[in-house]
Structures are given as C-alpha cells and as structure tokens.
Nanobody, 122 residues
C-alpha cells in the first residue's frame, strides 16, 4: 500500500510559477512510477507528466513541455512538479498517482492522492 498526499497548490497569476509536492508513505515507494494528472471543471482527468522509479526517465504532455518539470527524491519519498509560465488553461485539481507501469494511462496507476487545487488568474 502507498498513501499519497499532494501539496503546494494555490492561486497564482498568469505567468507565475508553483511547485507541487507529492509525499508518499508506505512500502517501497522508490520502486513505483509516479505521475501527475489534472482535472479541470467539466473535463476528464488528463495526464501531465510521469517519472520512472529511478528518475532516469520522464515524459510529459505536449501542453506542458518546456514549462513543467517532474522530479523525485526517493530519500524523501517525494515527487515534485515544478510549473512555470502558468496560464489559465492550467487551472485544475492536480493529482499524483503511483503504479508499476511506465504509462500515461490512468488505468496504469493503482494509488492516488486527494488532489491539490491550482488556480491561475488571467
């Protein structure tokens, strides 16, 4: 079992930055792939970025490439999402998820956090 808790969301002006954190507890977190997803009002939950267990492989959605960076610190059981140059279109609840598959699909992740709200004002 892995428990995930997101933090770092908030209200930011367009063009600003935020860093989200996903703190994990439970067994063998360092063996899990971790991803960030987001869900805007009235829309489906969508993939944002994912990172392999070692941090050596990352992948991100085209909509955030060059602006968002995913990283992890296994010693701290934490995964981060650094977000720059935010726009109103980035407004959503952001979720972190953990699983054993290196995938962009929601179905590949077994554990989910409760989410953290990011609101970008234009």
């Amino acid at each position: 079992q892995v428990q995930l808790v997101e933090s770092g969301g908030g209200l930011v002006q367009a063009g600003g930055s935020l860093r989200l954190s996903c703190a994990a507890s439970g067994r063998a977190f360092s063996t899990y792939v971790v991803a960030w997803f987001r869900q805007a009002p009235g829309k489906e939950r969508e993939f944002v970025a994912r990172i392999s267990w070692s941090g050596g492989s990352t992948n991100s959605a085209d909509s955030v490439k060059g602006r968002f960076t995913i990283s992890r610190d296994n010693a701290k059981n934490t995964v981060y999402l650094q977000m720059h140059n935010l726009t109103a279109e980035d407004t959503a609840v952001y979720y972190c998820a953990a699983g054993l598959q290196l995938t962009r699909s929601r179905s590949g992740y077994d554990y989910w956090g409760q989410g953290t709200q990011v609101t970008v004002s234009s």
